[in-house]
Every structure is written in structure tokens, then in C-alpha cells.
């Protein structure tokens, strides 16, 4: 097997065990930051969230800064992108848990993420090729632009300003002194068995960053992903649709490898079947997921930090949905007065 050959298969089995590992020694999981900052006033998680945006920006643009990688913006479908952003924010708190943590748990011997796995992969392939698609191309139609590019935070404020070609470290600079200010500024980590949320949100953003240039062994850039590629992984055996493997598909694969050596490791690892009850609603969840995150382009992982990290105003829309959406959820499942 030549080279080229190799290096697409290693850079996307190495992307994948690292992400799985980092994200299961931290227990990095969107649903877990909103439920516990929203329900218990622990931001603890949600702090290793925005420090691996503010890292995985930094990574971005010094990769774009030293020409390693051409990464692309992506575009503000603003419709698909609030609807599929609530979609997803409500199905991960029915599933218990977002696309990247499902994928993680896999690997620390939970069942039921397999059930959010079939239930996601069903929603996606439903709204991306299935009987939704129609829809989903719908939605997709309004597009906004700044002339004639998808537009990003620091051209939307450069044109506000006058400047038409603001640097985007005009922008990256004083958000992140501010973002680490108040990061800094909250209440000691509680204790547990996870890495503190420093390291857990240095590592993420590293592993997003980086996982722009490896990608790129692959063919086009694409990151770290977890939506449309999780519903291929399942179909690509069954109908053989995508026709070839992508280097997405095989970062998958290892996530949960990555997960099960860290869990393993830490004796974390254990076969845990939920009740039979659950059951339904952890599928719903990864149906809500699955439909959600094909409908906004992206999940919590592909939009929120991936292409967030490039400052597109779509992934950043989309983002803020799925926040929204999971927050709703929470007060309306787990909240509600008697």
C-alpha cells in the first residue's frame, strides 16, 4: 500500500483514538454542561467548552496564518441552521448525552449509546438522502452573504466599522483575553476523577485545530466531525452508500477505541444496560440528533467547535441554537414545577 494510502488511513485512526481518549479523561459532553450549569450551578464543563473554542480559533488561524491548511467557511443557511440547532440542543438532552460523548461511550461499555447511535443514524440519513431531503434542501435555500462569501464575525464587524478587510486577530485578540478573564474568574473545580477542566479544554482545542491539517490527508479538509459521517458509518455496510470510505468515517472508528483504553485505564470501563424504559427515549433522542444535526450542516462538535473555530457567523448561529434548544429541554423535562 502506497503512502498517500497510508497516511489517509493513520491520520484519521490517530485523530480519532486521541479525541476519544481526551474526551472520555474529561468528560467532554455538551449535554453534561448544560445540565449540570443549568441544574446545579456547576460550570465546570462548560468552562472546558468555551476554553477549547477559544484554543481550537487560536490553532485555526495560525494553521490558515502559516498556509499549512485551506480551510473553508462555512456558509449561513440561516433557517436550517436555528431549526436544526434546536433539533439537536433538544434530542441531546432526551439522549442523555451529544454526538461526541454517544460515540466516547461506546467505548466505555454503555448500551444505550448504541441505541442513540441507530436512532441518530437514522435521522440523518432520513433528512440527508431520505424522505426529508426535500425539506432539508428547503431550508438550506436562504443563504446569507456578504457579497460574495459566506460571512464570519470579523468581516461582519469590519464592514460595520469601514474596514473591509479586517484581520481576524482584530477580533480573536480581545475576545479571547476577555473569554479567559471570565473563565478564570469562576469557582474552584469540584472534585472527581476526571482531568480539570483546563487541561480538558486545552487538549480539545488542540485535537480540533489539528484536526483541520490532518483531515487534509484525506483529500479536502473537513476537521473533526460527528453528524452526517455517523450515519454513513452505518450505511456504508448496509447499502453501500457513501460508495467509498471517507477519512471521517475511519476517525469514527477510533473514537471510541481511544475512549475504551482511557476508561479501561482508570477502571471506568463497565457493560451498563439502562432500563427497558429508556430505551424509547434514548432513541428518540438520537433520531432528534441525527435529524437536527444534518439539518443545521453540523452537531455540537462539526459546528459548535470545528467551524465555529473559523468564526463563520452560520456555525456560530448554529451553535448558539443548539444551546438554546438544550436549555429548553432541560426546563421542560427536568424542571417544571408540580
Not at 457493560?271 to 424509547?280: A, E, F, I, M
Request: with cysteine; aromatic share 12%.
Amino acid at each position: 500500500m502506497d503512502e498517500p494510502v497510508w497516511s489517509f488511513y493513520l491520520s484519521a485512526l490517530v485523530t480519532g483514538l486521541a479525541f476519544g481518549y481526551a474526551t472520555q479523561r474529561g468528560g467532554f459532553c455538551l449535554t453534561r454542561a448544560l445540565s449540570n450549569y443549568v441544574i446545579m450551578g456547576d460550570a465546570t464543563i462548560l468552562r472546558a467548552y468555551g476554553l477549547a473554542l477559544l484554543v481550537a480559533t487560536l490553532g485555526v488561524h495560525l494553521l490558515q496564518w502559516f498556509d499549512l491548511v485551506e480551510i473553508p467557511i462555512r456558509s449561513f443557511p440561516w433557517l436550517a441552521n436555528v431549526l436544526g440547532g434546536l433539533v439537536f440542543g433538544f434530542g441531546m438532552i432526551l439522549a442523555g448525552g451529544c454526538s461526541g460523548s454517544t460515540w466516547y461511550r461506546v467505548g466505555e461499555g454503555a448500551i444505550g449509546a448504541w441505541v442513540v447511535l441507530l436512532g441518530f443514524a437514522m435521522g440523518a440519513t432520513t433528512v440527508s438522502v431520505g424522505t426529508l431531503a426535500p425539506l432539508r434542501r428547503w431550508l438550506q435555500t436562504p443563504d446569507v452573504k456578504l457579497g460574495d462569501a459566506p460571512p464570519t464575525l470579523y468581516n461582519v464587524i469590519g464592514r460595520a466599522i469601514g474596514v473591509a478587510d479586517l484581520s481576524p486577530w482584530w477580533i480573536i485578540l480581545p475576545l479571547g483575553l476577555a473569554l479567559a478573564w471570565v473563565l478564570g474568574r469562576g469557582p474552584a473545580e469540584p472534585e472527581h476523577n476526571k482531568w480539570p477542566w483546563p487541561l480538558t479544554g486545552v487538549a480539545v482545542g488542540v485535537l480540533i485545530a489539528l484536526g483541520w491539517w490532518t483531515s487534509s490527508f484525506g483529500g479536502a479538509p473537513t476537521g473533526v466531525t460527528f453528524a452526517i459521517n455517523t450515519s454513513h458509518v452505518f450505511t456504508y455496510p448496509l447499502v453501500g452508500y457513501p460508495t467509498r470510505v471517507n477519512w471521517s468515517m475511519i476517525l469514527l472508528l477510533g473514537v471510541p477505541v481511544g475512549a475504551f483504553v482511557g476508561a479501561w485505564h482508570t477502571g471506568e470501563f463497565g457493560w451498563k444496560l439502562p432500563p427497558g424504559w429508556s430505551l424509547v427515549k434514548l432513541f428518540a433522542g438520537g433520531l432528534l440528533m441525527g435529524s437536527g444535526g444534518v439539518l443545521a450542516e453540523g452537531c455540537n462538535i462539526t459546528q459548535g467547535l470545528t467551524n465555529s473555530a473559523t468564526l463563520a457567523v452560520g456555525s456560530l448561529s448554529a451553535f448558539a441554537a443548539m444551546g438554546l434548544g438544550g436549555w429548553l429541554a432541560i426546563r421542560i423535562l427536568y424542571l417544571r414545577r408540580p
